[in-house]
């Protein structure tokens, strides 16, 4: 049974004590409220990872996560952030390739080739994204680009390695944009992803994988999306930084 899991993507939002505090109240309510047996992360700015991950300790559920991290695995380059101090603070996961981070910084997939390779090697799993620009929807060039990306990203890995990694397939058309794709285009795209993953390391492989939803997913749309069958759960941005909305969307399964 593959993991379902809700991450939230903070991005670059709230100061130190608001983080905290946002943070304390998500920990109090999944307590009290959730009971299955699903998995939320929250992926927030560096300089909160040691706080969060302290106040995380013996909870089962709910996990701690950077955004980005360097490609080496140490060096002069200065203002950056290795997998090692990550993994050095006690997050367990890292978002790769988010949209953004290929969109402004200029990231491609041969950099997040070996992003994944120096995170997997500091014993982190990386949260990979993939998914299209509206031109590339538009003209049809959708399977085309996530296949590659797939292949680029991610399937030079091993077997083993492979079994870490977390797939999330954000329409870049769909993020804070308000557009969310509909449950059955973002299951026609889960589909297609997990039918590509069992091309390239088999079906039980591809059955154990889990695939998140990120575009602009929230407590109106999630049970809908969570619905589908290769839906494993939502990767958040807007919405988890109000702690009642993220506890809702983690509770939607």
């Known amino acids: 049974m593959r993991q379902k899991i809700v991450a ?5 939002n709230l100061g130190y004590n608001e983080g905290l505090s946002i943070f304390s109240e998500v920990i109090n309510m999944v307590n009290d ?11 927030c700015p560096y300089t909160y990872l040691h706080s969060l991950a302290q106040l995380v300790k013996g909870h089962s559920q709910i996990s701690v996560g950077a955004q980005n991290c360097h490609q080496e695995e140490a060096g002069a380059f200065t203002g950056e952030i290795s997998a090692k101090m990550i993994r050095s603070v006690g997050a367990q996961y890292v978002i790769l390739g988010h949209s953004e981070r290929r969109q402004y910084f200029g990231e491609k997939n041969e950099l997040l080739a070996k992003k994944t390779d120096v ?3 500091n014993s982190l799993k990386p949260i990979f994204c993939i998914g299209e620009t509206m031109e590339e929807r538009e003209n049809d060039r959708f399977f085309e680009l996530i296949k590659t990306q797939l292949s680029e990203g991610l399937f030079h890995l091993t077997d083993t390695q492979f079994a870490q990694v977390v797939v999330a397939y954000e329409p870049v058309w769909a993020i804070g944009t308000g557009k969310t794709a509909s449950a059955a285009q973002a299951q026609e795209i889960h589909a297609f992803i997990r039918q590509e993953i069992a091309a390239k390391y088999g079906q039980e ?5 889990t695939i998140l939803y990120g575009g602009s997913c929230n407590t109106k749309n ?3 999306l969570f619905s589908q069958a290769d839906i494993d759960g939502g990767l958040i941005g807007g919405a988890s930084l109000k702690s ?8 939607a399964f």
Do not use: H, P, S, Y
């Open 8 to 12: 939230g993507n903070w991005k670059m």
């Open 119 to 121: 995170v997997l090697g």
């Open 205 to 209: 492989t591809a059955d154990d994988t």
């Open 244 to 251: 009642r909305d993220f506890v809702d969307i983690i509770k």
């Open 222 to 224: 999630a049970k809908e």
């Open 33 to 43: 409220e959730v009971t299955g047996a699903q998995t939320a992360i929250v992926c």
